[in-house]
């Protein structure tokens, strides 16, 4: 997966989750907490410049990655654009309905501040996302004492996520090698096959999982070693600086 890569290869790999998970946090805070959009909007790039800039994530990659999150963003936001019962400018009418469309501007204020709110705090979550790897994530929310039963089922989540993954593709590669996708009626019919036997299949392999791991002796907690990292007085200074910062200016821009 392409944010398992770069959370291991990245150049602030070696860097103390505890500090990227403090400026995470303060981040996150903001872009919940900002009334306005600059504010917002200044999270994002902060973030996203640490991101791209710090941590050396590519910018196409980080792009990509923006576009999922973007699409629903776009597709929620515009309900807050258009109105049935009364706006500024009426768009027209629904066919077969006669209901008529209108553009509220009290809407695209409040769609504005939605979409930056929205996209700040994806940012700062791809910030920790891309820069730690999942393992040490939960390493982390652990020590904050989250519910253990939370924390299960994210690691088997994020495996099954791996598993889904890889019996796609085989079932799909073994499909092309049989000229499964030489036409469009070919293609139709091995999406359907390929999307009827993939559950099942991933059903299977989950199965399996769990045996292997009663097999180990799982007693419905999950551990493995976590790696010691130096902890950075600098560095926290920093996290603590930075996503402060942009704590104070999310509370204190007017809307």
Not at 9 to 23: A, F, I, T
Not at 42 to 51: E, I, K, N, R, S
Not at 82 to 89: A, P, R, T, W, Y
Not at 219 to 238: H, Q, T, V
Request: glycine fraction near 8%; charge should be positive; include cysteine.
């Amino acid at each position: 997966m392409l944010l398992d890569h770069y959370a291991y290869g990245n150049r602030w790999r070696d860097l103390c989750p505890v500090e990227k998970g403090l400026l995470t946090g303060l981040a996150l805070a903001a872009s919940l907490a900002a009334r306005a959009p600059l504010a917002a909007a200044v999270v994002f790039v902060v973030m996203a410049a640490l991101t791209v800039v710090g941590a050396r994530i590519p910018l196409r990659s980080y792009l990509r990655l923006l576009l999922l999150p973007a699409g629903f963003l776009l597709a929620g936001v515009a309900g807050l654009l258009l109105s049935l019962s009364g706006g500024d400018i009426l768009l027209g009418t629904l066919p077969a309905t006669g209901l008529a469309v209108y553009f509220s501007y009290a809407g695209l204020a409040q769609a504005v501040l939605v979409m930056t709110r929205a996209l700040a705090a994806v940012a700062a979550l791809y910030f920790l996302a891309l820069t730690t790897p999942m393992t040490e994530i939960i390493g982390l929310l652990r020590r904050l004492r989250v519910p253990a039963l939370l924390l299960e089922l994210m690691v088997l989540a994020y495996r099954q996520i791996f598993i889904f993954l890889q019996i796609a593709r085989e079932m799909r590669l073994a499909q092309a090698s049989r000229l499964g996708y030489a036409t469009t009626g070919n293609s139709f019919r091995s999406l359907g096959v390929l999307g009827a036997n993939l559950y099942l299949r991933a059903h299977q392999r989950s199965q399996q999982l769990h045996r292997s791991l009663v097999s180990r002796g799982y007693e419905n907690d999950l551990r493995w070693l976590e790696r010691d990292y130096p902890r950075s007085n600098r560095n926290l200074l920093l996290a603590t600086l930075v996503g402060g910062s942009l704590l104070v200016l999310a509370l204190l821009l007017p809307a």
